[in-house]
């Protein structure tokens, strides 16, 4: 698997299988009436499991009461020297590029790092990197990441004998039924990701 600066992996399936129905956002998309996504699309959409951790605010932020709103879901560290601070700020600008209808979105970055990513440290990180209130760093303990990192197949492990993780990094977006649908890797731009948010938000609106 792909790694950029020793530190991040670039793209893990959300399941192991299901990476195999990956698909463009092409043709087959135009043929079964659906606007084509920018990203890879998610040929066989599934609810994603459900989770719960606090964010920089100290509030305990659950995926399942995310429905109704299309959810941006990453992972990152603070300390990441180079893809993380730009995953995030390239999710925030797609969110700026969105106007008024930012409002049905929400951002959950999950943290990879239970030792660094203490309170205060994502609490600077969202300050420090002007991130929106809609976005929620959420970490907790160790084990709690944990199971969310097997839930979504995150790779976190430690480079060079110490903390610092070397991961997998991708952004997958939910429409407002809490169902997977597309999955960008770390070279996703904030066009591309407002484009399929755009897509997202027009649909199940009731």
């Known amino acids: ?3 950029y600066s020793g530190r991040v992996r670039r793209l893990a399936p ?7 129905l990956l698909g463009t956002g092409g043709t087959a998309a135009i043929a079964a009436g659906v606007p ?3 990203g890879p699309r998610i040929v066989h959409p599934a609810v994603t499991p459900d989770f719960a951790l606090r964010d920089q605010n100290g509030r305990l932020v659950r995926l399942s009461a995310q429905r109704g709103k299309v959810v941006v879901v990453t992972f990152l560290y603070t300390h990441c020297p180079d893809l993380c ?3 995030a700020i390239h999710i925030d600008q797609a969110l700026d590029r969105l106007g008024p209808r930012r409002t049905g979105v929400t951002v959950l970055a999950v943290s990879v790092d239970p030792f660094g990513d203490t309170p205060a440290a994502v609490r600077r990180f969202v300050r420090s990197h002007r991130l929106s209130s809609q976005f929620h760093y959420l970490t907790g303990p160790k084990q709690a990441l944990l199971r969310v990192w097997r839930l979504y197949d995150v790779k976190s492990i430690a480079v060079g004998g110490t903390k610092t993780p070397d991961h997998t990094l991708y952004v997958l977006l939910l429409d407002r039924r809490g169902t997977s649908r597309v999955l960008f890797d770390a070279t996703a731009t904030s066009a591309a990701m407002a484009h399929d948010i ?6 199940h609106r009731s």
């Open 198 to 203: 755009r897509l997202l938000l027009a649909q």
């Open 36 to 38: 084509p996504f920018d």
């Open 1 to 3: 698997m792909p790694v």
């Open 85 to 87: 601070p730009l995953t």
């Open 14 to 20: 959300l399941f192991v299988a299901a990476l195999a």
